[in-house]
């Protein structure tokens, strides 16, 4: 099956910074889409963004399909940030998910 | 659009019941998904309905698993003879065609003492 790498595993960010988020996989896909996992478990969609780039607030996102990859951008970061960031890509009708990255946003 | 919902929220059980959750999905998505998501991990996909049609079950879901989605609206998956091992947080989401964005409830965490 189709293999998502993320990196970093964890990401330590002081309030006000801004970081990069990257997402990897093995091969052609439909879709991506970025979520947010809040400390309650919540699975927060971000962006379908199966190519191109789009922006919501503080948080951009862009995915370069033909060369399998995409990066989430976070600016001027808030402790409401923190949690895990996934990719998850799709082939045919099911999401594979990568193993997310967790991001501390310190006050 | 009120969302997915999954209930119950949390449940502890003893090795070796039976449990069984439900998922509405969003109204008029007619395609329905299960994942499991154990600690540390992403969702892995279990299984996929459009409409009322189970369409694939991932090798993750053993015989003691089953989902159903009987009029093609909210659907049920049940544990029979639970064992440590499926002790995660269980995912449904929806959408209105395969093309769409999937949509997550906010799952059922499963913990077996």
């Known amino acids: 099956g189709i293999q998502v790498e993320q990196s970093p595993p964890d990401l330590i960010l002081q309030e006000g910074a801004n970081s990069t988020l990257r997402c990897n996989f093995s091969?052609?896909?439909?879709?991506l889409q970025w979520f947010h996992q809040n400390p309650w478990g919540q699975l927060i969609n971000l962006f379908y963004?199966?190519?191109g780039t789009k922006q919501n607030g503080r948080l951009s996102a862009t995915t370069v399909a033909t060369e399998r990859y995409s990066l989430l951008y976070i600016s001027s970061s808030q402790t409401t940030d923190s949690g895990v960031y996934f990719c998850?890509?799709?082939?045919?009708?099911?999401?594979?998910f990568g193993a997310g990255t967790t991001v501390t946003v310190r006050a | 659009d009120t969302g997915v919902s999954q209930n119950p929220r949390h449940k502890i059980t003893k090795r070796g019941q039976n449990v069984t959750f439900r998922c509405d999905p969003i109204?008029?998505?007619?395609?329905l998904y299960w994942y499991r998501q154990t600690l540390g991990q992403g969702p892995e996909f279990l299984t996929y309905?459009?409409?009322?049609?189970?369409?694939?079950k991932s090798r993750l879901l053993s015989d003691r698993f089953s989902a159903e989605r009987p009029k093609g609206s909210f659907s049920t998956l049940e544990i029979q003879r639970t064992e440590q091992g499926d002790s995660a947080m269980y995912l449904c989401?929806?959408?209105?065609?395969?093309?769409?964005?999937?949509?997550f409830g906010d799952g059922t965490r499963l913990s077996i003492l």
């Open positions: 989401a929806s959408s209105p065609g395969t093309v769409q964005p999937q949509h």
């Open positions: 091969d052609s896909v439909n879709n």
């Open positions: 963004i199966p190519s």
């Open positions: 998850a890509v799709r082939v045919d009708y099911k999401l594979s």
């Open positions: 109204s008029e998505h007619n395609r």
């Open positions: 309905f459009q409409n009322e049609a189970q369409l694939e």
